[in-house]
């Protein structure tokens, strides 16, 4: 069992960048891979980034490959998001989520979630 809060959302500029935060609770932390993903509205919860429980593997969608950045710190049981170069296409609401096992981007995959952070881009 884990349970996941986001924080750092915000409104921001495009060309302008922001650090997504995941704090995680449980002593297994480590043991899990993270993964972010986003839903604007009307539209699906679609995957963003992944990172596996070593650190060792990080997936990107392609939309956001070279602008964003995923990486964790387990000590500090939080996973984190950082976004630059930011698009009025990345305007939505940010979702952290947990699962054992290896790095994947379907979302079915990820049973434990938070509760989101709202990222507005503005052009």
């Known amino acids: 069992q884990v349970d996941l809060v986001e924080s750092g959302g915000g409104l921001v500029q495009a060309g302008g960048s922001l650090r997504l935060s995941c704090a995680a609770s449980g002593r297994s932390f480590s043991s899990y891979t993270m993964g972010w993903f986003r839903q604007a509205p009307g539209k699906e919860r679609e995957f963003v980034a992944a990172?596996?429980?070593?650190?060792?593997?990080?997936y990107y969608a392609a939309s956001v490959k070279d602008r964003f950045t995923i990486s964790r710190d387990n000590a500090k049981n939080t996973v984190y998001l950082q976004m630059n170069s930011l698009k009025p296409e990345d305007t939505a609401v940010y979702y952290c989520a947990a699962k054992r096992g290896i790095v994947t981007t379907r979302k079915y995959d990820y049973g434990y979630w938070g509760q989101g952070t709202q990222v507005t881009v503005s052009s």
């Open positions: 990172i596996h429980w070593t650190g060792g593997t990080t």
